[in-house]
């Protein structure tokens, strides 16, 4: 119980921080080094991470498979942390296939592979419209599929993440690994764009 | 609880509310209730999050990915499109 006239919403957020590390510490339920590795893992979240796996799906196909098959698996082999992450479910587009993720429950998200999840990934706009009208949402982002292309939206309501392994961009035979990744956007990732 | 529905059965999500009978934390979207769908795969077993919302003792639950048609729940779809959902078993009945 907190002393009576502590307002703990006014004390300096340091003070509150430190005072509860002391006691995650002293009571055995996070060391130091645990708080630390996963103030590291959530800093190296990031899109640049899932933009990694995609790029490497497109250039080994042996890769593609481990992601379609474990997207936790796939993730850790780039040395990318998961530990405590919910599983990672990874969503083939083809040319006859288009997904787009969405939550419409909250913000589920993959974010050890994608970070931050986008402010209007959250809204209640985005949340409605991805699983009513998927295709007015896709053209409210200038994204135009081929015709004869099925939306599939997948609504992550429990323990998985997904994210959208997106189709490789015509044009991009010559372009190495790194310079793949570089074009592969968080958008792209959740299926609301196309890589271009 | 051992999974019992296999890929490509035909399955109904329940038509309950139990948002109506007091606090409740569900998963199951309330526009797939009473809808049919296919089961694509078994993802796994996890703890039922309607029992560890409240912290309450949670059975292990099969999870499925069910596959619905979209323009039957949402008139603005197109006919093809499709909603992907995670649902856990006792929502589910064979249709």
Redesign the interface.
């Known amino acids: 119980m907190a002393e009576p006239g502590l307002n703990l919403p006014s004390l300096p957020p340091e003070r509150l921080l430190g005072a509860l590390r002391a006691l995650l510490a002293a009571k055995g339920l996070a060391s130091p080094a645990e708080i630390a590795e996963r103030i590291a893992a959530t800093d190296a979240a990031s899109p640049a991470q899932g933009a990694r796996m995609v790029a490497k799906a497109w250039t080994d196909p042996d890769y593609r498979a481990l992601m379609l098959a474990d997207g936790t698996e796939a993730a850790l082999s780039l040395g990318i942390p998961m530990r405590g992450a919910p599983p990672l479910g990874v969503l083939e587009d083809t040319p006859a296939l288009h997904h787009l993720v969405c939550c419409t429950l909250c913000s589920c998200y993959p974010r050890a592979v994608l970070g931050y999840p986008p402010f209007w990934y959250k809204s209640a706009g985005y949340r409605a419209r991805a699983v009513r009208d998927p295709r007015g949402l896709l053209a409210e982002w200038g994204t135009v599929l081929p015709p004869g292309t099925k939306i599939r939206v997948v609504d992550s309501t429990a323990d998985y993440r997904w994210m959208v392994l997106p189709l490789r961009p015509a044009g991009t035979a010559e372009l190495s690994e790194v310079a793949l990744a570089a074009l592969v956007r968080e958008t792209d990732m959740i299926g609301v764009t196309l890589p271009m | 609880m051992t999974a019992r529905l296999a890929p490509g059965a035909l399955v109904r999500v329940r038509d309950d509310w139990p948002e109506t009978r007091g606090k409740v934390h569900i998963?199951?979207?309330h526009?797939l209730r009473g809808r049919t769908g296919r089961v694509v795969r078994h993802?796994?077993d996890?703890p039922n999050?309607e029992d560890l919302a409240f912290a309450r003792p949670a059975r292990i639950l099969p999870?499925y990915h069910v596959?619905f048609d979209?323009p039957p729940?949402?008139h603005?779809?197109?006919a093809?499109?499709?909603?992907?959902?995670?649902?856990?078993e006792p929502w589910l009945s064979p249709a």
């Open positions: 998963r199951t979207p526009y993802l796994g996890f999050p999870l596959l979209q729940i949402w603005e779809g197109s093809g499109d499709e909603i992907l959902v995670e649902i856990y």
